[in-house]
C-alpha cells in the first residue's frame, strides 16, 4: 500500500474519470499523460470500466491505474484482472476491503466520520478517501476527522475544484485529490481533447506551486 500512497501523493491530484465508451480511454489516457498527470480512476459508474482499464493497461503499462466506485467482491476481482493497480470504494464496505486484501490489491476506501475511519483502521487501512468531502463538511471535517488520528492520510474527493484544491492539499496529512473537472464526460463525449488537455495542464501547475 506505501508504494501506491507514494505515487497518490506525487501527483497530487487524481483524475476520477466515467465513459461511455471504454475505447474513449486510449485518447484520454494519452491527454492526460502528455499534460503531466499519467494517472487515472476509471469508475465503474459506467458499464465502460472494465473494457475501459484494460484498454489503457494494454496501452500505457507505465501509466497508474485505479478503479474507482467499487462496491463488491466482484468488481474487485473484475478491475485486477483487466490491469488496475489499485481500488477506490465510495464508503467503507468490510466484504470489499477484504477481498481486494486477499487478491494483494491496494484499497482506498471512503469514510466521512470517525466510525467508519476507525473501522477501516481496524483492517490496517491508513489511506482512505474522505468522500462527499463538501458535503461532508469539507476543510474544517478534514482538520477535525485527522487530529485525533495521527497516522491517517486522506484523499478528498467529490466537490473539488481549482478553487479549493489547494486549500485541502495545504492540509498536512491529505496526499492528494480526486478530481473530474478536467475530465468532465460531456468533454470526453464531445472529443474535446485540447480543452482537456489545457484544463490537466493548468490543475498539474496549480497543485505543484
Known amino acids: 500500500m506505501s508504494t501506491i500512497t507514494a505515487q497518490l501523493a506525487e501527483f497530487k491530484v487524481i483524475p476520477v474519470i466515467a465513459v461511455d465508451k471504454a475505447e474513449d480511454i486510449l485518447l484520454l489516457g494519452k491527454v492526460l499523460a502528455e499534460n503531466g498527470l499519467p494517472v487515472a480512476e476509471i469508475t465503474f459508474r459506467s458499464d465502460a470500466a472494465v473494457g475501459a482499464i484494460r484498454l489503457l493497461k494494454q496501452a500505457q503499462p507505465d501509466m497508474v491505474i485505479g478503479a474507482g466506485t467499487v462496491l463488491n467482491r466482484e468488481q474487485v476481482i473484475a478491475a485486477k484482472e483487466a490491469g488496475a493497480s489499485f481500488i477506490v470504494s465510495p464508503g ?3 466484504n470489499t476491503v477484504r477481498a481486494c486484501q ?9 469514510i466521512n466520520n470517525p466510525t467508519t475511519l476507525e473501522a477501516a ?21 478534514v482538520k477535525s476527522l485527522l487530529a485525533p488520528y495521527g497516522h491517517v492520510q486522506l484523499m478528498p474527493t467529490g466537490g473539488i475544484n481549482l478553487s479549493n484544491i489547494r486549500d485541502y492539499l495545504a492540509i498536512p496529512r491529505v496526499i492528494c485529490c480526486g478530481g473530474s473537472w478536467m475530465v468532465d464526460k460531456a468533454l470526453i463525449n464531445n472529443g474535446e ?15 505543484n506551486q
Not at 486477499?102 to 471512503?110: A, C, H, Y
Not at 481496524?122 to 461532508?136: R, V
Not at 481533447?193 to 496549480?206: D, F, N, P, S, Y
Open 92 to 94: 467503507f464496505n468490510p
Open 193 to 207: 481533447w485540447e480543452k482537456i488537455g489545457e484544463l490537466t495542464r493548468e490543475a498539474v501547475e496549480l497543485v
Open 121 to 141: 483502521l481496524e483492517m490496517g487501512l491508513t489511506t482512505l478517501k474522505f468522500f462527499p468531502a463538501e458535503a461532508s463538511g469539507g476543510i474544517a471535517m
Open 102 to 110: 486477499e487478491l494483494d490489491i491496494p484499497i482506498v476506501p471512503g
